[in-house]
């Protein structure tokens, strides 16, 4: 089982719809999630950290953590076609802050 | 600076030869993290640095891969007789502390080994 698990996809919602990204890892000692953006020929960009079981709100975007069941999404409310990117999921480790990533889904909002 | 840089962003280099990428993180961050990403995959660990503690190099795929931090600022990663299957973006990202709150990242180094 890899470390860090995404829905494959690509996923492709219409304009103003709701996306559902989704991520599963493997132990139960992270700590610490983290879901990136990373733009088509661009570098990574932080767009949610969680800490806690539970949802966590920042404009459109909603992280869910789940602890108990090694689950993280994130939602993106009113999705735009801007938000068309690759989502990438990531587990901090435990000592130190290495992070572990999953494969990224491609995400294609259509007007 | 305001952000990672790297440098250069582009790279063409035959097979055989040396390449020498560079990181210079953002001021203050003490972790230093290398990352490689293929055409279509995802993020492969290659090395972290934190401070004055001995390196983590535990993702480096050869001994033909090395990086070295000069006084817990700028960062070089050095590949040594690069082989086409070298050919990647690599991603220079820094942190806080113990980059627990995330990273930020480079805009990367794109090697193409022909």
């Known amino acids: 089982q890899k470390e860090v698990e995404q829905n494959s996809g690509p996923l492709s919602v219409p304009e103003g719809a709701i996306a559902s990204l989704n991520c599963t890892y493997s132990d139960r000692v992270s700590q610490s999630f983290f879901w990136y953006r990373q733009y088509s020929g661009k570098s990574p960009e932080l767009i949610m950290s969680?800490?806690?079981?539970g949802d966590k709100e920042d404009g459109r975007f909603t992280a869910q953590l789940n602890k108990a069941s090694q689950y993280v999404s994130l939602l993106i409310r009113d999705s735009q076609p801007s938000d068309s990117a690759t989502y990438l999921c990531a587990r901090g480790g435990t000592s130190y802050g290495k992070l572990t990533f999953g494969q990224g889904t491609i995400l294609t909002v259509h007007p | 600076g305001a952000g990672v840089s790297q440098s250069p962003s582009n790279k063409v280099t035959e097979k055989g030869k040396d390449v020498e990428l560079r990181c210079d993180p953002i001021?203050?961050?003490?972790?230093l993290y290398w990352y490689r990403q293929s055409l279509g995959q995802g993020l492969e660990f290659l090395i972290y640095f934190q401070g004055n503690s001995a390196p983590d190099k535990s993702g480096l795929p050869s001994d033909r891969f090395s990086a070295e931090r000069t006084g817990g600022s700028v960062s070089t990663l050095t590949i040594q007789r690069t082989q086409q299957e070298d050919s990647a973006v690599y991603l220079c990202?820094?942190?806080?502390?113990?980059?627990?709150?995330?990273?930020?990242f480079g805009s990367g180094t794109r090697l193409t080994v022909v």
């Open positions: 969680i800490y806690s079981n």
């Open positions: 001021s203050g961050h003490t972790a």
């Open positions: 990202a820094s942190s806080l502390d113990r980059g627990n709150y995330g990273y930020t």
